[in-house]
């Protein structure tokens, strides 16, 4: 009656299971043979059969063959083992056995399952190694009911009292997520023993019962047990789980004290725990204790590098491993492209390329994903288009990867056509991945119209419950002016994370609204949630936008003295700006004095604009040449510093910036504007410098080197000074203008410099 449930069971398993799992019949005649309800098994040869089951004793399987199946297992050839079993024109317990074990310890657990029912319907009685090897393959499948049935028939054989039937059906009811049986039959058949604990406590922490297994790994002294290195590998990934720092702290301590760590295995798991919890320096000095340090170990080292955004620190260790003569998998190599995405360094990420081809990576997928990525960071849009096209089968990483690269790059409407391209071309159902990158793109736009069809779209496919979409959400209504709408998202949130606060706040920042930016810190804090270097820079941007400058320099400080976050460029640049809008230039003066080299330029740009802003004109002549000391080949910051001289009338100084600018060739590409779709007329008589001109109150505006505009003969005209790049400026009428009613107050026009 057992036998027939076993097999009931096993039938309705193999209906469940997914096609994937099975071998192909046609290759491997085992499987074949194990759902036929005939006496004979399937074999490559027809007229080969096996023995009628009622004469089992005619001739054993020898040794050679299950010496050589047992080979072929343990080296991962399966089908070459399927292939000499059916060959068998006997097989006994032994070769069943060894055939399940080859199925199980090679993860093909539903093989194992029918394999063994074919067994029990040839009449063999299975034996100790038997019931082994099948609780691994019920362990590795994870179904209970099936691992109850095997536990029915190990009963009924007899095999219960047997130690390791009985670890291997504890460490299965572990895995299949049954504690209480487990802590049964350790209690009541097999009794505690450091073999069975072990075995409990790795299944405990595979099913993710990480209480349970460190429950168990408490009560090891209560069962006057003292773990070994088996224990501390096996409970290592519990205490990750769990997140129990502290446990991590005292179970390294142990390690130490019992002289665990000159074992590789444990300094390797050791090394693992630490990295999961961010200890680098501890995680370092474990990493230079290994004796033996293989490729996996170095990838580790690097990916947790690039995670703590070090990419410096990841590309060196990256050359120590190729030094030592270890060579980099796949995974080393994708560390290594997004160590400079990080570092947004184009020439080592070029290198970095030119090692994947040469290693012979180049046609992954994900390396190529990866890469498209990395040429987004480094402004080259070309060589992701290029990437892009190469790609063969096109994943759905892929077409976010490039969406997200044209949307970075401040091509937001050419991303949205790649979406609706890719819905043409696939059948790629949108991920919140995806999705995250096409809010985006609506957020450069800032279209409150796009943006509602996709938050509906997010609500109807069930995207709007990822965390990541919804602070997409909050970004994008906030970019759009919808603060309210992004309040109202931000508080239906189950739970929010830091990126989440940060997003908040950014909109009430570009919105004006510094106090409510303000009380939202403050309640991040009070809420448990960390502020990190992106909350302070944006609730300095909302304080330099809202004018509170007080506010302002106590979360500055609160930044470098209390939280000891490293103050970046950006954090200098946002505070000098914010300095300098309220006229406190002196001040701005000597932060920028007391901060390091590379957060200068930003700082220096902002307090420029301050300095024009208040007229003086002794800071712009001093600031303006350190800008332009410091990228002097930059067109932007030239024109910054010739718009600052402009402001005080220096315009001799302006034209010698222009010139010597036209000397070095054409630096920026031809700008455009709006008006351009509305205008009538367009005339471009050489390369030049597109120009928005607007006047106030009748008063033509300066333009940089140029004279004020007159009216000749029905057109606007300016002559420039002798030696100036300009010599006639023509006025382009928007469509609802004309020439005759065009005034020195009205016209608003895009002039182009001719010659």
């Known amino acids: 009656m057992l036998g027939h449930c076993l097999l009931t069971t096993l039938r309705v398993f193999n209906c469940r299971r997914p096609r994937s799992l099975l071998l192909h019949h046609h290759h491997h005649p085992t499987l074949s043979s194990s759902s ?111 691992a109850g049935s095997v536990h029915g028939r190990i009963v009924k054989s007899g095999l219960g009292s047997n130690p390791f039937v009985g670890t291997a059906l504890l460490d299965s009811y572990a895995k299949c997520g049954r504690p209480m049986d487990s802590y049964a039959l350790l209690n009541d058949t097999v009794g505690p023993s450091l073999v069975t604990c072990n075995a409990m406590i790795a299944g405990f922490a595979h099913n993710e019962l990480f209480e349970e297994a460190l429950l168990l790994f408490k009560k090891l002294w209560v069962f006057d047990l003292l773990p070994n290195s088996v224990t501390v590998i096996n409970v290592v990934p519990a205490c990750i789980g769990y997140g129990l720092v502290a446990l991590c702290e005292s179970l390294h301590s142990y390690v130490i004290k019992i002289g665990l760590e000159l074992d590789q295995s444990v300094m390797n798991s050791i090394f693992n725990m630490n990295l999961s919890f961010g200890n680098l320096e501890i995680a370092m000095m474990c990493f230079r204790k290994l004796e033996i340090v293989d490729v996996v170990t170095y990838t580790m080292m690097m990916g947790f590098l690039v995670e703590l955004e070090s990419p410096i620190e990841a590309l060196n260790m990256f050359v120590e491993m190729t030094t030592n003569r270890i060579e980099p998998d796949m995974v080393t190599m994708l560390n290594m492209v997004m160590a400079c995405t990080l570092l947004g360094d184009a020439s080592r990420g070029r290198l970095i390329h030119n090692q994947i081809i040469v290693r012979g990576f180049g046609s992954g997928v994900p390396i190529m994903n990866s890469l498209i990525t990395m040429y987004s960071k480094f402004g080259d849009l070309n060589s992701s288009r290029i990437l892009f096209g190469c790609i063969e089968k096109k994943s759905l990483v892929s077409w976010t990867a490039i969406i997200s690269c044209y949307v970075k790059n401040g091509k937001p409407i050419e991303g949205l056509q790649l979406l609706s391209k890719m819905r043409k071309e696939e059948d790629f159902v949108i991920d919140s991945v995806t ?62 994370d830091a990126v989440s606060w940060n ?23 009070k809420y448990g949630e960390k502020p990190d270097s992106v909350t302070y820079l944006n609730t300095l941007m909302a304080c330099s936008h809202s004018g509170l400058v007080d506010e302002g320099l106590i979360i500055f400080r609160k930044m470098i003295k209390e939280k000891g976050i490293k103050m970046r460029g950006e954090h200098v640049g946002c505070m000098v700006d914010m300095l300098a809008r309220a006229g406190r230039l002196d001040d701005a003066r000597e932060l920028i004095s007391a901060i390091q080299d590379d957060a200068n330029l930003n700082a220096l740009k902002a307090l420029l604009r301050g300095c024009y802003l208040y007229g003086n004109i002794n800071l712009v002549e001093d600031v303006g040449q350190k800008v332009l000391q410091t990228e002097s080949s930059d067109f932007g910051n030239a024109v910054l510093v010739s718009n600052a001289y402009a402001s ?39 390369h030049g410098e597109v120009i928005l001109l607007q006047s106030f109150n009748g008063r033509p505006v300066v333009c940089s080197n140029l004279k004020p505009l007159q009216r000749t003969g029905g057109r606007w005209e300016m002559r420039g000074r002798e030696g100036g790049v300009a010599s006639r400026l023509r006025a382009v009428l928007l469509p609802t203008m004309t020439m005759a009613t065009a005034t020195a107050s009205s016209v608003v026009a895009v002039l182009m410099v001719v010659s």
């Open 503 to 525: 997003s908040m706040i950014l909109s009430y920042g570009l919105n004006g609204e510094g106090e409510e930016a303000l009380l939202l810190f403050y309640d991040m804090e």
């Open 435 to 496: 999705m995250v990158g096409i809010l985006m793109a609506c957020s450069e736009l800032a279209n409150f119209d796009i943006s509602k069809q996709f938050h509906a779209y997010t609500l109807k496919s069930g995207l709007s419950l990822y965390k990541s979409v919804q602070n997409s959400l909050v970004a994008l209504y906030g970019k759009c002016g919808y603060v309210v709408l992004a309040r109202r998202i931000f508080d239906g949130m189950i739970s929010q």
């Open 36 to 146: 036929s309800s005939s006496s004979t098994t399937q074999c490559p040869n027809p007229s080969m059969a096996l023995p009628s089951p009622q004469n089992p004793t005619q001739r054993f399987s020898s040794a050679a063959e299950l010496k050589l199946i047992h080979r072929h297992c343990r080296a991962g050839r399966v089908a070459a083992a399927c292939h000499l079993f059916d060959e068998m024109p006997e097989r006994n317990v032994v070769a069943y056995s060894t055939m399940i074990y080859g199925y199980a310890t090679n993860g093909l657990f539903s093989q194992c399952a029918r394999l063994f029912a074919h067994m029990i319907e040839q009449g063999v009685p299975p034996n100790s190694f038997t019931m082994v090897a099948v609780l691994i393959g019920a362990a590795g499948l994870g179904d209970a009911s099936f």
């Open 648 to 686: 005080f009338g220096k315009f001799e100084v302006v034209e010698s910036l222009r010139s010597n600018l036209e000397k070095k060739g054409p630096t920026k590409n031809l700008g455009l504007s709006l008006l351009d779709s509305m205008a009538r007329e367009v005339e471009v008589m050489r």
